[in-house]
């Protein structure tokens, strides 16, 4: 039998992240003909394609003919920034700005996704007017990236997000899910970061979002620019680490909170609140509740396997 294609295309970077997947998974499960690319993760799932190759990329965008593309793909580790300024520059600014040009070329909405590390976390919440003013090196080449999307195609649409968190490969895959294991083990102390106010997003809702915002573009030209999208439950490290804990009924008197803002690694802004009104005035948005979306991410990691039985049975 001839299976039906759908006629709207997405072509998805970063497909084999965390964010990528799931907005891969979200286009695809929604009437789109979506295809993903990654780099190192990529074979057999989706297509292999180095987003420094100028000459690669050109070749997809002009093969495929995507209406959307959601550029996902990024350096996005702060400290990794820190200590490879180059490389991470390469693909956060240079590769995106000539995927916006690309972009420009078939007509398609590219969807940048940049972060609430723009801003320096002094007076949130903040809207898409307000000046960036980024405190680490990360937070400056996103900010660079932003800058050469909207460039090199007016078009082009900015999607701020915080930390994210998700049904992950490996913990480490998340800063949210990477302290499951210090909560799991009880049996000695973990100090936890109380100074840092994040507002943990779960990767479902932005991929919803950045479907919708495509969906509401096809429709309205004058859908462009700059928008941002958060959870909207403020917590520290040591609050989701003990919101973890009890998701799970296991012990957080070993956790401890430390409120004396970190002094190693890049500076973080202490909070960089995103005002996300003007989506949801579009009538854009989605939100999982922390304790959801945290449960089914960490589930199969957890190392208590009765506990499992009890909760799924």
């Given amino acids: 039998e001839d299976v039906e294609i759908p006629s709207r295309r997405a072509l998805i970077t970063g497909a084999t992240g965390l964010l990528g997947r799931a907005v891969f998974k979200e286009f695809n499960d929604n009437n789109w003909n979506a295809v993903g690319c990654g780099y190192r993760r990529a074979q057999p799932r989706f297509e292999q394609v180095n987003l420094l190759d100028s000459i690669a990329v050109h070749d997809i965008i002009h093969d495929f003919q995507p209406h959307v593309i959601v550029h996902c793909a990024a350096e996005r580790r702060p400290d990794v920034v820190e200590s490879q300024p180059d490389a991470a520059s390469q693909l956060n600014v240079a590769a995106s700005g000539n995927l916006a040009k690309e972009a420009a070329g078939v007509g398609a909405f590219l969807i940048y996704i940049s972060t609430d590390y723009v801003f320096d976390g002094t007076s949130p919440p903040y809207k898409e007017t307000d000046v960036p003013n980024p405190l680490n090196l990360y937070g400056k080449t996103k900010l660079e990236g932003e800058k050469a999307v909207l460039e090199n195609n007016e078009d082009a649409a900015v999607l701020r997000v ?24 009880s049996n000695k102390s973990a100090n936890m970061d109380h100074w840092q ?18 969906e509401k573009r096809m429709l309205d030209p004058s859908v462009k620019g700059t928008f941002h999208w958060s959870g909207n439950e403020q917590m520290t490290k040591y609050e989701m680490a003990c919101a973890i804990a009890d998701a799970f009924n296991l012990p957080s008197s070993h956790l401890r909170p430390i409120t004396d803002c ?20 579009l009538g854009i948005g989605q939100r999982t509740p922390f304790r959801a ?3 089914e991410s960490l589930w199969p990691f957890l190392v208590d396997k009765r506990w499992r039985q009890t909760v799924f049975h």
Avoid: H, W
């Fill in 162 to 185: 915080p930390v994210l968190y998700g049904e992950v490969e490996r913990l480490e895959e998340s800063a949210v899910t990477v302290m499951f294991d210090k909560v799991q083990f």
């Fill in 197 to 214: 106010l994040r507002f943990p997003t779960n990767v479902k809702d932005v991929a919803a979002v950045c479907r919708q915002l495509a």
């Fill in 293 to 295: 979306g945290i449960k």
């Fill in 262 to 281: 970190p002094v190693v690694g890049a500076l973080r802004p202490r909070n960089a609140q995103l005002d996300c009104s003007k989506l949801e005035m």
